[in-house]
């Protein structure tokens, strides 16, 4: 079984951990609709994906 030879310093482990935080996600206009959505999803406002209609959105959503 493998075992470390050294501890891990503070700031090594410090460092690995900060490349895990969530990153905002990117938001883009939607071609249909023009309003704001993440990037590669279905949009909310109108349910359009790749210029199909993939969810039916009822009217209470708009």
């Known amino acids: 079984m493998a075992v470390p ?4 310093s503070k700031q ?4 690995r951990a ?3 935080t969530a ?3 990117a938001l883009v206009e939607c071609p ?3 309003e704001l959505k993440v990037a590669h999803k279905v949009c909310d406002a109108c349910g359009y994906y790749d210029g199909k209609q993939v969810v039916e ?3 209470d959503n708009k």
Do not use: D, P
């Open 5 to 8: 030879k050294r501890k891990t």
């Open 12 to 15: 090594r482990k410090h460092t």
């Open 18 to 20: 900060a490349n895990w």
């Open 23 to 25: 990153n905002a996600a």
């Open 32 to 34: 249909q609709c023009h």
């Open 57 to 59: 959105v009822s009217a």
